[in-house]
């Protein structure tokens, strides 16, 4: 076992790379399913970070900091919501509007935060389970938000796939005339879902201020909100590859740190560039494939509903 | 059935009235559909009926009037709680989601919670008695417009409506299949159930419907029986003139061969799609040959391949003029005079956000000169778009309103008009008067036959017996890929087309040729 000491902190330190990704890309992914595209998840993260991060400051309640990162996602989420469902406005440009908005709003939120520690969120500690060797650590000893993150992918899965309510909300995303006039409330159906991307979005900004570097800087997503938005893609809309992906990307970026750490002459760019990379390669090669996309990709995305007759 | 006048209606409309900006879709009418009556809904497109229906199942709201159910009124505030009165609705535009499976689409049309193993079964069940075979786990994309409309049928019949409000059910179905549905409907009449018939084909109406009731520019003209009357006088007061049936050309000067198809084999690249094996013909310059078929039986395969949107290996299967452009792409076949008119008319036959100029503008470009050095030249496409609207009597507000905007028969009015203008060689005509009324159908069969005349060769692919009756000169039957031989008018009977339609298409438990001979 010796030689593969260094195999359980690189897996412990993937798991904590790719659970933001996981709550960001689930969270759009649902948003997505129902017709919409919203662009703002790097802004909706930030926003969610700041707010867990203070919250956690001032009470000391992770509970209630987890909370208020999803209530402040889900409110810049309403905004978009409000801006695209209700006034019908682009929804391409109003979700980058929202990303720069984020960035702004989330500094000057914690303006007099940048610095301050606090403790990270804490492990769980299973007595016994977790001293296993190799597999405890990384089964039985992460904290809550890792095993909320698979339980979220298996929630939304089953969601999607085997219940009406899933069933509808596919339907909004797939012809939103089709399911206006068979009598669903599209629009209504459309902010439950962007504002349950904007929930999570808010919580995988918040695993970042609270338990992958438990402080405050301006910026600290550095660009995962635009790879949860790859990552949707890359998983061709379907929730179980967005967890698979989550953990190739998060895997990519701890690459790059271990990396530079063994003295491997790539660059760094060139590691952060493969997400993306990734991303169009998948792209091309289910595009060769009309059938597969018109299955999974919704057909409605970014498009702007009008109930008329 | 009807005729019990101490009976209470089923549904009763009064004084029903809908505004939209700039036009009264409906104005005070009223109507009375007795319990177990097959009524019949007849007018022009843009006369009112898909306003009311649509007011009827709860998708818009009337301004005034009153709606009675059973003696009592009611209030539907959304096509749910219609579904809960006992409405049930087949769409003319059909409300199917692409992406999803048969059972899917129909669970989405049915309130509550259902289990998806048992509702297959019953699909299986309710679509077989009904002579509607369905496959419930095929993805709605890979259908057939015929077997999409299966779907909404079944959809409603599977929640045992009191009254079933149907749109065009027929347009898309063999002569068998539309009879097997007929003694549905006949049946669903007798347990009861009140039936609101819309249809553009007036011969179905004499047969099947017990009342008639005609609306014109969204007003109340008439209530009458159809059964005492006549195709023609229906028709007549549908659109409140004389109706003349199309002029047809006697068979006199037949030009060269003008589109040549010889061996063409095409492999479906989607799943479920048809492939497409060894189709032979020619037609000639003033020849109009209808190719028959139900729908999902390699049409849109064989479309594809005629329109140039998929391409040949082997350059010399299609010729066009003696040319060979099996390797052309559409625009390049355009120039060589091919003009053509797609089936579905939103989308494929025009941009729907787009407006008139533009749709017009994007077929016509190369023939009509409408480019100059890369920019486009807007003098000229409008007045091409006016030009057709003119010709073509396109009810429109102008020439830059969207296609959308348009009803289905003017839509296709105006996309046929932009293709006869471009004065084609060769025209191929998908559907060409689907969901379009009998004023405007005339008109447009007259227009392609006298494109015919002029010393085009026109083929028409539609699965409205009649209207291939009415305009082809020779009938070929396409079934599951393969094409029949072309036959004169004179050698063949619409029963034989019907089993050339029907026999091959492995519907043999539902569609039993016996009982059609």
Not at chain 2, 108 to 135: C, D, F, H, T
Not at chain 2, 304 to 332: F, H, M, W, Y
Request: proline share 4%.
């Amino acid at each position: 076992m010796s030689g593969f000491d260094w195999i359980v902190p690189v897996i412990l330190t993937v798991i904590t790379a790719a659970t933001p990704l996981v709550f960001a890309g689930i969270g759009e992914l649902v948003t997505e399913k129902s017709g919409v595209l919203n662009l703002g998840v790097e802004g909706m993260m930030l926003v969610g970070a700041v707010s867990g991060f203070i919250t956690a400051l001032v009470t000391g309640n992770y509970f209630l900091a987890v909370c208020a990162a999803a209530f402040a996602g889900a409110v810049m989420a309403f905004l978009f919501g409000v801006l695209t469902l209700s006034l019908m406005a682009n929804q391409v440009a109003t979700g980058l509007a929202l990303t720069l908005f984020g960035v702004g709003l989330s500094a000057l939120m914690g303006q007099e935060f940048v610095g301050e520690p606090i403790s990270a969120l804490n492990k769980l500690n299973i007595a016994g389970l977790s001293d296993l060797p190799f597999i405890g650590p990384i089964l039985f000893a992460q904290d809550a938000l890792v095993y909320l993150s698979f339980a979220m992918v298996a929630i939304v899965s089953w969601f999607l796939y085997k219940t009406k309510a899933g069933l509808v909300l596919r339907a909004v995303g797939d012809s939103h005339d089709a399911a206006h006039s068979i009598g669903y409330p599209v629009i209504a159906i459309r902010y439950l879902a962007v504002m349950f991307g904007g929930a999570m979005s808010g919580i995988g900004g918040a695993y970042l201020s609270l338990a992958y570097t438990p402080m405050w800087a301006e910026n600290m997503t550095a660009g995962r909100g635009w790879i949860a938005l790859a990552l949707i893609v890359f998983a061709t809309w379907k929730p179980g590859l967005v967890l698979v992906g989550a953990y190739m990307f998060g895997g990519i970026t701890i690459l790059q740190l271990h990396a530079q750490a063994a003295g491997l002459n790539v660059p760094s760019q060139v590691l952060s560039m493969l997400p993306y990379l990734a991303t169009i390669i998948v792209l091309v090669l289910i595009s060769k494939d009309e059938s597969r996309i018109r299955k999974h990709a919704p057909a409605c995305i970014g498009k702007i509903f009008h109930p008329a007759a | 059935m009807s005729g019990n006048e101490g009976v209470t209606p089923q549904l009763e409309l009064r004084g029903i009235t809908k505004a939209y900006p700039g036009c009264l879709a409906n104005d005070h009418i009223d109507l009375k559909i007795m319990p177990g009556e097959i009524h019949a809904l007849l007018g022009e497109n843009g006369a009112g009926k898909s306003t009311l229906v649509k007011i009827i199942y709860g998708v818009l709201q009337a301004d005034e009037g009153d709606i009675i159910w059973a003696g009592a009124p009611v209030s539907i505030a959304n096509p749910h709680s219609a579904r809960k009165t006992g409405i049930g609705m087949v769409f003319q535009h059909f409300s199917l989601f692409e992406a999803m499976t048969v059972t899917e689409n129909i669970a989405l049309g049915m309130s509550g919670r259902q289990n998806m193993k048992a509702l297959e079964q019953n699909i299986i069940e309710v679509s077989n008695s009904y002579g509607l075979p369905l496959e419930p786990n095929r993805q709605v994309h890979t259908l057939s417009v015929g077997e999409k409309q299966r779907i909404e049928i079944v959809r409603c019949l599977l929640q045992k409506p009191k009254l079933l409000i149907m749109d065009e059910p027929t347009s898309v179905l063999t002569p068998q299949e539309a009879e097997k549905m007929f003694e549905t409907l006949r049946r669903l009449s007798e347990e009861g159930v009140s039936i609101l018939y819309i249809s553009h084909k007036l011969d179905e109406i004499k047969a099947l419907c017990h009342k008639a009731t005609i609306l014109r520019g969204g007003k109340y003209i008439s209530e009458c029986d159809p059964t005492q009357e006549t195709a023609k006088s229906l028709a007549e007061m549908m659109i409140g003139t004389n109706l003349q049936a199309p002029e047809h050309h006697e068979t006199s000067k037949k030009g060269p061969i003008r589109l040549k198809v010889r061996n063409l084999s095409i492999d479906a690249d989607v799943e479920f799609g048809i492939n497409l094996s060894a189709i032979n013909f020619d037609v000639r310059g003033g020849e109009i040959l209808g190719i028959a078929g139900v729908a999902g039986n390699g049409q849109i395969e064989l479309l594809a391949a005629l329109s140039g949107e998929t391409t040949c290996r082997d350059a010399e299967t299609i010729a066009l003029d003696d040319k060979a452009v099996g390797q052309l792409g559409p625009n390049s076949r355009r120039d060589l005079g091919l003009a053509f008119v797609p089936e579905d008319r939103l989308g494929h036959g025009s941009v729907p956000e787009m407006m008139l100029t533009e749709n017009a503008f994007l077929s016509g470009f190369r023939r009509m000169s409408l480019l100059n050095g890369g920019f486009i030249n807007n003098g000229g496409t409008s007045d091409y778009a006016s030009d057709i609207v003119q010709k073509f009597d396109v009810r429109t507000p102008g020439i830059y309103h969207t296609a959308n905007s348009l009803s289905g028969g003017n839509l296709q009015k105006f996309i046929v008009g932009r293709e006869v203008l471009q004065q084609p060689n060769v025209i191929i005509v998908a559907h060409p008067t689907w969901g379009v009324d009998a004023g405007a159908a005339a008109f447009i069969h007259q227009t392609l036959i006298d494109l015919a005349e002029n010393g085009a060769a026109v083929l028409v692919v539609s699965q409205d017996l009649d209207e291939l009756f009415a305009i082809s000169d020779r009938i070929a039957v396409i079934a599951e890929g393969r094409l029949s031989v072309g036959r004169e008018l004179s050698e063949i009977t619409i029963e034989e087309i019907g089993l050339l339609m029907g026999g091959t298409h492995g519907m043999g438990e539902t569609e039993g040729v016996s009982d059609v001979a």
